[in-house]
C-alpha cells in the first residue's frame, strides 16, 4: 500500500520560498498513469489544487499559483517537491501531497498524506 509522508518547514516569512517534499513508501512515482500532486487548505477555505508531476515528469500547474510553482521530483529517493514563491500570509495552509490516478475518463485521488501546516509570518 502506497504511503506519503510531506516535510518541511512549518513557519515560512514573507517574500521567502516554501519548500516542501513528499516522500512516497510502498510504490514508485515513474508509474503509469499516475500524478503526484500537491494540494492545500488555508484556513476555513476548501481544497485548492496547487499542481502535480506526472509519472512521466511532466508538470501541470493551477492557474491562480502557476507563476510562484514549481514542482519537481527526484525518482532515486522516491520523493517530488513543491517550492512556492514569494509567499505572503495568504499562502498560509495546510499542505497536502496526494497520488492521482487518471486514465481516459477515470480519474481518483487513491492516497494522501497526512498534511503539513505551513504558516507565512514574519
Known amino acids: 500500500q502506497v504511503q506519503l509522508q510531506e516535510s518541511g518547514p512549518g513557519l515560512v516569512k514573507p517574500s521567502q520560498t516554501l519548500s516542501l517534499t513528499c516522500t512516497v513508501s510502498?510504490?514508485?512515482?515513474?508509474?503509469?498513469?499516475?500524478?503526484w500532486s500537491w494540494i492545500r487548505q488555508p484556513p476555513g477555505k476548501g481544497l485548492e489544487w496547487i499542481g502535480h508531476?506526472?509519472?512521466?515528469?511532466?508538470?501541470y500547474y493551477g492557474p491562480s499559483l502557476k507563476s510562484r510553482t514549481s514542482i519537481s521530483r527526484d525518482t532515486s529517493k522516491m520523493q517530488f517537491t513543491l517550492q512556492l514563491s514569494s509567499v505572503s500570509p495568504e499562502d498560509t495552509a495546510v499542505y497536502y501531497c496526494?497520488?492521482?490516478?487518471?486514465?481516459?475518463?477515470?480519474?481518483?485521488?487513491?492516497?494522501w498524506g497526512q498534511g503539513t501546516q505551513v504558516t507565512v509570518s514574519s
Open positions: 496526494a497520488r492521482l490516478f487518471y486514465y481516459a475518463s477515470d480519474y481518483q485521488y487513491d492516497a
Open positions: 510502498g510504490g514508485s512515482i515513474t508509474t503509469n498513469y499516475y500524478y
Open positions: 508531476i506526472s509519472y512521466s515528469g511532466n508538470t
